[in-house]
């Protein structure tokens, strides 16, 4: 009760001690990782099975329904590659996304009863979501192999632009578990965005099959998506597909301009939160 009342009483704190005491709880962020990765496959027959039959799902649902509609658009590249890494991006973010969004209100109970820094929370659904993340990835390891593709030293941008994925997933999860809170309709409205996101990010169909229908304008709104350009980095990056530098720069400071304002938030309501729930 004494330190509960000391950190109620206390000045609020800047951003980088916040970031800075995170580090403190590292330990219970894998606890809750761990916790996370139990429950998700309790009780099921396949267990960590679903995390291959899920994304391979999707994968040969694409290469079925849109092989021969974008095929002659990609050149030599099969389209298998092509949408393998759209969808690396886009199982991770989607699923960070709304795992770390509806993460606070699904923990209230621990929140009322123990203090501790409540970023943790969507922090863990984060990483939570790089099981699924390097799943996808060994797909594409496997099919740049079959496929015979040559690895370029582009590839070395790769590790950057899933780094980005993960930080911008965060903050958009962060973002939404903050506001949740207050605004409970949100996490029923988050799932249905997230899956018509899809189709407004590049994930089956190349970019230009939108932006080349679209006025110069229209096309920078489009990249405020930061998905767009990730998946496009992380193309140029495995395939050496074209890069849209300025389409890809305004996703990397939408997402980055998403991410620091979700943190300074998330802070700065992070003393109601307990009360709110």
Same mark, same amino acid.
């Given at each position: 009760?004494?330190?509960?009342?000391?950190?109620?009483?206390?000045?609020?704190?800047?951003?980088?001690?916040?970031?800075?005491?995170?580090?403190?709880?590292?330990?219970?962020?894998?606890?809750?990782?761990?916790?996370? =990765?139990?429950?998700?496959? *309790?009780?099921?027959? &396949?267990?960590? %099975?679903? #995390?291959?039959?899920?994304?391979? +799902?999707? /994968? !040969?649902?694409?290469?079925?329904?849109?092989?021969?509609?974008?095929?002659?658009?990609?050149?030599?590249?099969?389209?298998?590659?092509?949408?393998?890494?759209?969808?690396?991006?886009?199982?991770?973010?989607?699923?960070?996304?709304?795992?770390?969004?509806?993460?606070?209100?699904?923990?209230?109970?621990?929140?009322?009863?123990?203090?501790?820094?409540?970023?943790? =929370?969507?922090?863990?659904? *984060?990483?939570?979501? &790089?099981?699924? %993340?390097? #799943?996808?990835?060994?797909?594409? +390891?496997? /099919? !740049?192999?079959y496929h015979q593709v040559t690895i370029s030293s582009k590839m070395l941008w790769l590790p950057i632009f899933l780094l980005l994925t993960i930080a911008f997933a965060l903050g958009l999860g962060v973002l939404i578990s903050a506001v949740s809170i207050r605004y409970r309709d949100v996490q029923h409205l988050?799932?249905?965005?997230?899956?018509?996101?899809?189709?407004?990010?590049?994930?089956?169909?190349?970019?230009?099959?939108?932006?080349?229908? &679209?006025?110069?304008?229209?096309?920078?709104?489009?990249?405020?998506?930061?998905?767009?350009?990730?998946?496009?980095?992380?193309?140029?990056?495995?395939?050496?597909?074209?890069?849209?530098?300025?389409?890809?720069?305004?996703?990397?400071?939408?997402?980055?301009?998403?991410?620091?304002?979700?943190?300074?938030?998330?802070?700065?309501?992070?003393?109601?939160?307990?009360?709110?729930?």
């Amino acid at each position: 009760m004494h330190m509960k009342g000391k950190l109620i009483n206390s000045r609020p704190k800047s951003l980088a001690v916040n970031l800075m005491e995170l580090w403190d709880f590292r330990a219970l962020i894998a606890s809750f990782v761990r916790r996370d =990765i139990k429950v998700r496959y *309790a009780q099921t027959s &396949l267990g960590l %099975l679903w #995390v291959f039959i899920q994304p391979l +799902a999707y /994968l !040969l649902s694409f290469i079925f329904i849109f092989n021969r509609v974008f095929t002659k658009s990609l050149e030599d590249i099969p389209y298998s590659l092509f949408a393998v890494t759209g969808l690396m991006v886009w199982t991770y973010f989607s699923f960070a996304v709304t795992q770390a969004g509806s993460s606070l209100i699904g923990s209230q109970e621990i929140i009322r009863k123990v203090y501790f820094p409540k970023l943790v =929370i969507p922090i863990g659904k *984060a990483f939570l979501g &790089l099981i699924d %993340l390097f #799943v996808v990835l060994g797909f594409v +390891a496997c /099919l !740049l192999i079959y496929h015979q593709v040559t690895i370029s030293s582009k590839m070395l941008w790769l590790p950057i632009f899933l780094l980005l994925t993960i930080a911008f997933a965060l903050g958009l999860g962060v973002l939404i578990s903050a506001v949740s809170i207050r605004y409970r309709d949100v996490q029923h409205l988050v799932p249905f965005l997230v899956q018509l996101g899809m189709f407004f990010s590049p994930v089956m169909y190349p970019t230009s099959f939108i932006t080349d229908h &679209l006025p110069k304008w229209l096309q920078m709104v489009y990249y405020l998506n930061p998905v767009s350009g990730l998946i496009i980095g992380v193309r140029w990056a495995t395939l050496g597909t074209n890069i849209d530098i300025i389409g890809v720069s305004i996703s990397v400071v939408s997402g980055s301009l998403i991410l620091v304002g979700a943190i300074a938030y998330f802070f700065r309501v992070e003393r109601k939160l307990a009360d709110e729930l």
